[in-house]
Structures are given as structure tokens and as C-alpha cells.
């Protein structure tokens, strides 16, 4: 898989990734908008933890940002179970020193476009908290519609936050 775009391009992960992905990643303020799953500090350890793991699962569906050759960023789908099954969430994160140039405006709609092509899906979404405008932003250019807003979803560093729920429909 690799999708070359004007800014950036998506590909999988590598095991060279590592300290480029450590270093883009170790970043409070990427933190502060995803799962705790994420790790803050964000360690070389942490980087090689993620890349063995999503190197050998099957099917591939995490990948890597790079802009100017070097991994910046990351972006996937998380397929769901049971009658969930043709529905997927959407995530991503880029480093902050590539914020505002709209380079992931790009890579989602081109990933999510990726996404309704090769695997077997009707609905991608994304809930992005409430206080990451741009993030949902980036989901309304990309043809998400906005479905709701979901009351105290989200406790993040002791903070209870809502979040947006947008979703692609197919
Ligand atoms: C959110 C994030 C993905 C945005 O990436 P980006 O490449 O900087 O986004 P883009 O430049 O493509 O677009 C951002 C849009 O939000 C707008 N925006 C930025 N800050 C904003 C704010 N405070 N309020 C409203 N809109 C805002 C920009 O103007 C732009 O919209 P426009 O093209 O209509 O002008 C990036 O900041 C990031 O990775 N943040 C940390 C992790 C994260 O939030 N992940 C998503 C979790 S749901």
C-alpha cells in the first residue's frame, strides 16, 4: 500500500521508523488529542513496542505519514466485531512541527477513500474530543457529517470532556 499525495505520503510502518517516530510522537500536545493508549513520553522502547506489533498484523491497517522522507505522523482504521463488522473508527496524529500546512485534510479524505476501496466497509468514523477544532475540522472536509455530540465521553488527564462524533458512510 502507498498512497503518494501532494504533501505527504502514506505507506507502512518500517523497523527504521523508530527514532523518527519517537522523536515526532514525544509531544504533549499530540497527546493531549488521543486515547492514553498513545504513550507520553513517548520512548524509542514505546516506538519499537508499536512498530514489531503492527509490522506482523494482518490485515495492515495502521500506517505511516512521511513527509520529506521522514515518518511524521500515523493514521489507521480500527475494523469492528459482530455486527460492527463493516464499520471502522478512524484515527491519526501528526507532528506538530507540519501542523496547519493541511497536510492531514489531505491524508484522511485520500485514506478514507483508501479504506471504502480495499476492505469491506459502510461506515468510518471518528470522535475527535471537543476542545481539537481543527481535528474536526479535517473530518468536515473530508465528507464526514457530524452525527452528535457525545456528553461527557472522554476523561483525559482528570478532565471530562465530550466529543464529536463524525462518520463517512459508504
Ligand atoms: C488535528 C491535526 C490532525 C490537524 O492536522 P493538520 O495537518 O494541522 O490539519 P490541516 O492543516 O489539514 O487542517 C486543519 C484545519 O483546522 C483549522 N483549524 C486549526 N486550528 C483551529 C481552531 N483552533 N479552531 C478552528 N479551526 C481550526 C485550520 O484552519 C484548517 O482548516 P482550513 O483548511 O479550513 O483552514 C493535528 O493538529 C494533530 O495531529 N493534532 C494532535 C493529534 C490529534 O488531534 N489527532 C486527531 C484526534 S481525533
Redesign the pocket.
Known sequence: MKLTLKQCTIRPWRPDDADSLARHANNR??WI??RDLFPHPYTIEDAHTFLKSVINSQPSTLFCIEVNGDAV?GIGIRIGADVHRQTAEL????S?E?????????AVAAFTDFCFENFQLRRIY????AN????A??LE?AGFAFEGRLKNNVLKEGKLLDSLLYARTK
Open positions: 500536545k499530540v488529542a488521543l505522523g484515527g491519526y496524529w501528526l506538530q507540519f501542523w496547519g500546512r493541511r497536510i492531514m485534510s489531505e471518528a470522535e475527535p474530543f481539537n477544532p481543527a481535528s475540522r479535517v472536509k
